[in-house]
């Protein structure tokens, strides 16, 4: 029995996707509803950004930096959900990002933010095997080369959109394997201080539960304080971004005072399912 079957049957995705899904290419994907004159938010990453209403253009109208999308190789296709009941054979990777993005980016001179060269992070968590679904990944990928960030022989080339894969670490090796790569890694704490270049792992992830005590309540405990100063400037001095997962996400001081802490630390991305509420926060904090 395949993950077709298994998965819940939900034909209606609700009328908010549904009208974002069959609306005009141009009307979707626009750079339309941003405040002329705001620039986009480098830190802002959307956690989870799939389950929004409008995958993508969303998280664009508010201005994120980085989205997240997470992928199951089905049958030979790269199906977005978080749970393997979630899956939908209209809901792949193409249609949901790498589609709208080129549209997006050709519409706008070549970036995904018209008037700036910001180069949007599309972090893509493998939930299946990942050696196999890695595989699978770096075919559609190259299809859209135009677009992407490449590393030829440990060199790097920006574009509109650079993929970082996370998730199952089996997909590491063939991505290591390959001497012309669309994607780059997402690496670990315990990557911090190894011989993988920047060029390769240019992103490290932590869960922030896992590593720190503290969630926002009361003043943040010293040794925690410099243990994540420790940790950004072990990063940075690797030429790496840092960013945790699973900090408050809740509306509140608590965590408030989680994404204070990190922007005073200097962490790169700032994690959320809450769109509105991340971009008022760092565009107050600007």
Known sequence: MNLYTRRTAVVSLGA???AGLTAPADARDADVRRPTGSAPLRRAHAHNDYEHPR???DALDHGFGSVEADIWLVDGRL???HEESGLDPAR???ALYLDPLRRRI???NGTVYRGHPLSLQLLIDVKSAGEATY????RVLHRYR????VCRAGRVHGGPVTAVVS???AARAPMEAERVRHAFYDGRIEDLGTAAPASFAPLVSASWTETFRWQGVGPMPGDERERLRRLVAAAHGERRRLRFWATPDTAGPAREAVWTALLDAGVDHLNSDDLPGLEGFLRAAR
């Open 16 to 18: 908010a996707l549904a």
């Open 55 to 57: 995958p993508l253009l």
């Open 79 to 81: 199906l977005v959900a």
């Open 92 to 94: 792949t990777l193409e």
């Open 106 to 108: 050709r519409a706008n």
């Open 135 to 138: 595989r699978e990944l770096s």
């Open 146 to 149: 135009d677009m992407l960030s």
């Open 167 to 169: 998730g199952d670490r």
